[in-house]
Structure formats: C-alpha cells, structure tokens
C-alpha cells in the first residue's frame, strides 16, 4: 500500500526536479550565449566557467557516491526480506506439521 501511494509523489517530485534542470539548462545557455565586452570579462567568464564545472563534477562524484552507498543499501535489505520470508515460510509449515500431529 505504501509504494502506491508514494508512486504519485515520486513521480510528481521527479517532474520538479527535470523541470528545474531544464530552466537551469535554459538560463546557463542563455549566459554563455552573450557575448563578452572586453578581455577581462572573458577571463571573467573563463574563470566562473572553470569554478562552475569544478563545482558539476564533484556534485556528480557525490551522486556517484550515494548511488553505490543506496546500492549497498538495497542489497542488505533485499537480504534482510528473503531471510524474514524464508522465516516466515518456515513457520507457516512447522504450524501445519503441528496441527497434523495433533
């Protein structure tokens, strides 16, 4: 029940954030598209251009590295949930074999 309920908030909340991204996208092409004004405004747009990809590539080394980290995480619960049903099987047929005996 829960999935489906959060199923409609994922979605919703992932329209938001690719909408964001493309305004983003939008606004960044929109920049360096303008033309520069002289050569320190292009040593000026050089030097923000080298700080904003410093600043992309370690957001995506981030993401890189929670990915692995929920990754890991999913694995060990995925782990967890065939123990607890295997467990759960198992006393499903020990209660039969039980009430047979009976």
Known sequence: ????????????QT???KTRA????KWLERILA???KGPRDVERR???IDR??????REQEDVRYRAALLDASAAHLNVL????????EQRIED?????RRE
Do not use: N
Not at 52 to 57: E, F, K, P, T, W
């Open 1 to 12: 029940m829960l999935a489906t309920t959060h199923a409609p908030l994922l979605e919703l």
């Open 15 to 17: 329209q938001v954030w």
């Open 22 to 25: 493309q305004a983003k996208q």
């Open 34 to 36: 303008e033309p520069t």
């Open 46 to 48: 050089k030097a923000w």
């Open 52 to 57: 904003a990809l410093a600043l992309v590539r």
């Open 81 to 88: 949930e065939m123990s607890l049903i295997s467990a759960a």
């Open 95 to 99: 209660s039969g074999a039980a009430k």
